[in-house]
């Protein structure tokens, strides 16, 4: 005798028996292999926030940007590089995201409507006396530091 939740063979094919109900991949789900899966974790890294006090991010607009990660011993860890495109603003995203609710990035990225989060406007202390004509290469990378703020020690209210 042959139950319903007994599978059969067709022409090579898995069928169910009519009235057992089949569940279907989605259309736009891809069929992922075991192996694919585990290829991802050689991109994956650890990073050990809680000991990491500054962020410094050297952003280039021809080839995309450099994060480094300061340590509380001063120790600066290997260059984190990101292609071109807004892929370096968006791990500061996550980045700033993962510290909540017990830290923060100082100074806070910014939200623009129609854009999503941007790096904040700073402006830079130093003398206004007579202007040095800027080089090309001067407008078109960008420095920003970021200290992460945790707000579990008292000494950071």
């Known amino acids: 005798m042959v139950t319903s939740s007994q ?4 022409k090579g094919k898995r069928v169910s028996l ?13 069929a992922t292999s ?3 899966l585990f290829l991802y974790w ?10 990491v006090v500054y962020v410094h991010c050297h952003q280039q607009a021809d080839s995309g940007g450099t994060i480094v990660l300061v ?14 495109g807004g892929h370096l603003l ?3 995203s996550c980045l700033e995201t993962g510290l909540l609710p017990h830290g923060q990035l100082d100074p806070p990225l910014w939200s623009q409507r129609g854009k999503g ?9 130093g003398r206004t006396v007579s202007p040095l004509p800027k ?6 990378s960008t420095d920003f530091v970021f200290r992460i703020v945790n707000k579990s020690r008292h000494e950071e209210f």
């Open 7 to 10: 599978k059969f063979k067709i």
């Open 18 to 30: 009519p009235g057992e109900r089949q569940v279907t991949r989605p259309p736009y789900r891809r």
């Open 34 to 36: 075991h192996i694919q």
């Open 42 to 51: 050689d991109y994956a890294m650890n990073v050990r926030v809680d000991e």
């Open 71 to 84: 340590g509380q011993d001063g120790v600066q860890q290997s260059p984190i590089h990101f292609p071109k």
């Open 90 to 92: 968006s791990f500061l």
């Open 117 to 125: 989060k941007v790096f904040p406007k700073l402006r830079r202390k």
């Open 135 to 140: 080089d090309e290469s001067d407008e078109e």
